[in-house]
């Protein structure tokens, strides 16, 4: 099948180049990424955006996951190019969608009505919309993306980096694109050992941290959160769609997870286990299989709701499996030679098929048979050959070595001092360099350390700029989950919009410091710079605080 963005031609470069240059290189499509090409755009300086799959978008595209938000966010707690980027995919619903008037009419419409998330849409809506809101600057030739490609080596001067030699993954032509700043907005922080930039992976110690959660001893560079191979999953209630068996279905099927503390069953079972207690937790497949609708994995993360079509407009319902049944934590592909990575990866996906076969086959139903066969693939919904997602989704990256890092103390609800009567009266650390803000828990999935998750409370919290300044180079900006947070702390700093802060803030610095002829450095250590610097986010949509009150 041709992919999605071959549509968009006007504004991908996929022809043979040797040099080309940009007043900012944002390496990598992601969610940060293309929030921060289209905030540097918007200041007129030229921007290439590179991305190794097919779709821009990262998490909510690529890897087919729909936003985890906070509960604040229909009301407040975003960007204003965030908030439209959700008003965007809704309209786009109203405008190609049959739905019924109600919900056509429903002004915080939930395409798939899934209960994790406010917005869980399909991912090639994502594409169309993020296509949307960057025509103009495709247009006015401000920005230019390059699809398919993949940093391979940078150039450096000191303490500058001066370009980054990209290889295209389908005809293996080569391109070096020298930058005045460069951003990067890989999944794992890719640019960071390429451009020998000082950073970190994995678990840092309680040593170096004094963090509550970290853990005891030496730091773990090995143990990060684990992956998972998404897959979208429709159902046919009369079908008849087994998969062929999948060549480690044995292995995965009798997996039993041997993590501390431990895990209550089989990895492919019904009874998961609870995040936060870490006690069994029975889930079924269909809502109708228990009273409690929250224990339903369909509806958990669905992306097509039957209730909001006219009736026979759209037959089969439509989730998105991202579940404990598919996390992978037997191998980090973070810093390993590429076989070793690879055969990972191909684990993860056999996984998830297995998962997928299981479910067709011996999953227990709640009328006492076994197996769902009509559930199927949906490669139409997520722009592959075989329904898997188009790249894993990656909760850990590689983190740069920061100006300044920000740890549980900062923004853990236990950890935190009160500031008035109990828990109500505890607040995030204060960060007067804040160049926005994100809430959520502090939610690590079991990790290739074999830990079981750490899902804790945090409290709302400012993003430091001082998070965003590399402690030596000085023309690379994170853009995505590569910055200065520790493996605890990215439990809440890698969601969505948070991420979506991250990287506009960082086109916004990078686009400032152009305009100013300062250095991202000066920007948070001058006060008249960081006060102009933060006027010009709160004129572009960023919040930097949270309101004083907050509605339960």
């Known amino acids: 099948m041709k992919r999605a963005l071959d549509r968009c031609k006007s504004c991908t470069t996929l022809n043979p180049m040797s040099e080309k240059h940009a007043d900012i290189l944002i390496v990598g499509g992601s969610t940060g990424g293309c929030a921060a090409a289209l905030a540097a755009a918007s200041l007129g300086y030229k921007v290439i955006l590179t991305e190794e799959t097919h779709w821009i978008g990262g998490q909510l595209t690529s890897q087919a996951v729909p936003p985890d938000e906070h509960p604040w966010i229909e009301q407040f707690g975003c960007t204003r190019r965030y908030r439209q980027f959700r008003n965007g995919v809704r309209q786009y619903y109203r405008d190609h969608y049959p739905l019924t008037p109600q919900a056509r009419a429903d002004a915080t419409l939930n395409p798939g009505n899934g209960w994790v998330s406010r917005l869980c849409h399909e991912p090639r809506i994502g594409v169309a919309v993020l296509e949307q809101l960057m025509s103009y600057a495709c247009s006015a030739g401000l920005l230019t993306i390059l699809l398919r490609y993949k940093a391979v080596s940078a150039e450096t001067d000191g303490d500058t980096v001066r370009a980054v030699t990209l290889r295209n993954l389908d005809s293996a032509d080569i391109v070096t694109i020298t930058a005045d700043y460069i951003l990067d907005a890989t999944e794992l922080g890719d640019l960071l050992p390429l451009a020998r930039v000082e950073y970190v992976s994995g678990a840092e110690s309680q040593d170096e941290t004094g963090e509550p959660h970290a853990v005891s001893g030496p730091p773990r560079p090995d143990d990060v959160q684990s992956f998972t191979w998404c897959f979208a999953m429709g159902f046919d209630p009369a079908g008849e769609h087994v998969i062929d068996k999948p060549a480690q279905y044995e292995r995965w099927r009798d997996y039993w997870p041997q993590l501390t503390p431990p895990w209550p069953a089989k990895q492919l079972s019904m009874n998961q286990v609870n995040p936060i207690t870490l006690q069994p937790f029975p889930r079924v497949l269909f809502p109708h299989e228990s009273a409690n609708p929250y224990d339903s994995l369909w509806t958990y993360r669905r992306l097509i709701c039957r209730d909001h079509y006219e009736t026979g407009a759209m037959p089969h319902e439509v989730t998105l499996v991202n579940w404990p049944m598919n996390d992978y934590w037997e191998g980090n592909i973070i810093d390993k030679p590429e076989s070793k990575a690879q055969r990972y990866l191909n684990e993860s996906r056999q996984l998830s098929l297995s998962l997928m076969y299981w479910l067709q086959t011996e999953a227990p139903r709640a009328d006492g048979g076994t197996g769902y066969p009509g559930l199927y693939m949906r490669p139409d919904i997520t722009g592959t050959e075989d329904g898997l997602a188009m790249y894993p989704y990656i909760r850990e990256s ?39 803000i994100g809430s959520y828990r502090i939610d690590l999935h079991p990790s290739t350390g074999h830990v079981n998750y750490i899902d804790i409370s945090s409290l709302p919290f400012q993003i430091p700029l001082g998070a965003l300044l590399p402690v030596r180079v000085e023309n690379l900006l994170p853009a995505c989950k590569n910055l200065g947070v520790t493996h605890i702390t990215n439990g809440c700093f890698r969601l969505h919009p948070v991420e979506w802060n991250i990287g506009e803030a960082s086109g916004l610095l990078a686009a400032f410091c152009l305009q100013r002829k300062v250095k991202p450095r000066q920007v948070q250590t001058e006060a008249p710079l960081l006060q102009d610097f933060q006027q010009l986010l709160i004129k572009q949509g960023v919040e930097l605080e949270w309101p004083k009150t907050r509605p339960l």
């Open 398 to 436: 590689r983190r740069i070595k920061a100006v300044f890092t920000v740890l549980e103390q900062h923004v853990g609800a236990e950890a935190r001092p009160s500031t008035g009567s109990g828990q109500a009266g505890k607040e995030a650390e204060h960060f007067a360099d804040s160049v926005g």
